[in-house]
């Protein structure tokens, strides 16, 4: 099973200032990965996948890179909206598994 | 819209059963690949069962094998888990995924609660 570990577990930012989330994965993951937002009461939303393409209705702030083991998650410039928990999850063999979450708090 | 809408989840006693349903809403349901996962505060997020558009093909996660049972009706756009031998650690949020043509999970429902007590 591939193990994803996020970094940092909480990230306290103000509005309209940079955050970068990582994921890491135990063994290499190619670029089959994807970044989640969760809401406080929502069922996560899908943000990009194949590490770098934006899902339909994402804004341009939310970018992601990385590919192998390593991936970053980025928010431009934070908006109130973006306050939220974010998954990284892979689907390279099952159990596709996801990561245990970074909060962005303001 | 595309929507899913979870029921069947309550208040369940260790070793008993229960039915989870996802009614699926505009797109082509027969189309899609369509899986369950659950979460809680402690494991997170887990994919926990998956079936492909005609029913033909299934996945379990190791934890859940030989007790929860995965299945589809096209004719009603809907997607079932059937769960038995109910643990305490199955408590959790279940919540029913679409996965999308590059095989990613882009339509949730809103999750239905599954407490596992006695």
């Known amino acids: 099973e591939v193990v994803l570990t996020q970094s940092p577990a909480t990230l306290s930012l103000s509005p309209g200032e940079r955050a970068t989330l990582s994921c890491r994965t135990s063994q290499s993951v190619s670029n089959y990965l994807a970044w989640y937002q969760q809401k406080p009461g929502q069922a996560p939303r899908l943000l990009i996948y194949?590490?770098?393409n934006r899902a339909t209705g994402i804004p341009a702030r939310f970018s992601g890179s990385g590919s192998g083991t390593d991936f970053t998650l980025t928010m431009s410039s934070l908006e109130p909206e973006d306050f939220a928990v974010y998954y990284c999850q892979h689907r390279t063999g099952w159990p596709w598994t996801f990561g245990q979450g970074t909060k962005v708090e303001i | 819209e595309v929507q899913l809408v979870e029921s069947g989840g309550g208040l369940v006693q260790p070793g008993g059963s229960l039915r989870l349903s996802c009614a699926a809403s505009g797109f082509t349901f027969s189309d899609y690949t369509m899986h369950w996962l659950r979460q809680t505060p402690g494991k997170g997020l887990e994919c926990v069962s998956a079936i492909n558009p005609t029913g033909a093909t299934t996945f379990y996660t190791n934890s859940v094998k030989g007790r929860f049972s995965i299945s589809r009706d096209n004719s009603k756009n809907t997607l079932y888990l059937q769960m038995g031998s109910l643990r305490p650690e199955d408590m959790a949020i279940y919540y029913c995924?679409?996965?999308?043509?590059?095989?990613?999970?882009?339509?949730w429902g809103q999750g239905t609660l599954v407490t596992v007590s006695s």
């Open positions: 194949d590490a770098s």
């Open positions: 995924a679409r996965l999308s043509s590059g095989s990613w999970f882009d339509c």
